[in-house]
């Protein structure tokens, strides 16, 4: 069965930094397309960063590009999220999901992605 454990997350202010981490084990970690989510209070899940099997390839949603960085460590089966430059808008539970479906595109849909962590709450003051 594979697991993934995020962490990192916290109460920052508005400008500051966060890496979020992603640990996963059970499962062949080189050969997933990761990506993180975000869901805000009252809000559906959003797809925030996606990175291919090789690191080669990512993608974001227009609201981070040029704040948010996804990366990944196969060595280490982990994935990161460095968020830079906080807003309170960036305030959600934060969860990483593994599509093992050997896609050739990143996808930006949740149905997509097969296995889920439990989140990680981020919350940025203003």
């Known amino acids: 069965q594979v697991q993934l454990v995020e962490s990192g997350g916290g109460l920052v202010q508005a400008g500051d930094s966060l890496r979020l981490s992603c640990a996963t084990s059970?499962?062949?970690?080189?050969?997933?397309?990761m990506g993180w989510f975000r869901q805000a209070p009252g809000k559906g899940r959003e797809f925030v960063a996606g990175?291919?099997?090789?690191?080669?390839?990512?993608n974001y949603v227009d609201s981070v590009k040029g704040r948010f960085t996804i990366s990944r460590d196969n060595a280490k089966n982990t994935v990161y999220l460095q968020m830079n430059s906080l807003k309170p808008e960036d305030t959600a539970v934060y969860y990483c999901?593994?599509?093992?479906?050997?896609?050739?595109?990143?996808?930006?849909?949740?149905?997509?992605?097969?296995?889920w962590g439990q989140g990680t709450q981020v919350t940025v003051s203003s």
């Open positions: 999901a593994a599509d093992w479906r050997l896609r050739t595109l990143i996808t930006t849909a949740s149905y997509a992605y097969d296995y």
């Open positions: 059970g499962g062949t970690f080189s050969t997933y397309i």
């Open positions: 990175i291919n099997r090789s690191a080669g390839l990512t």
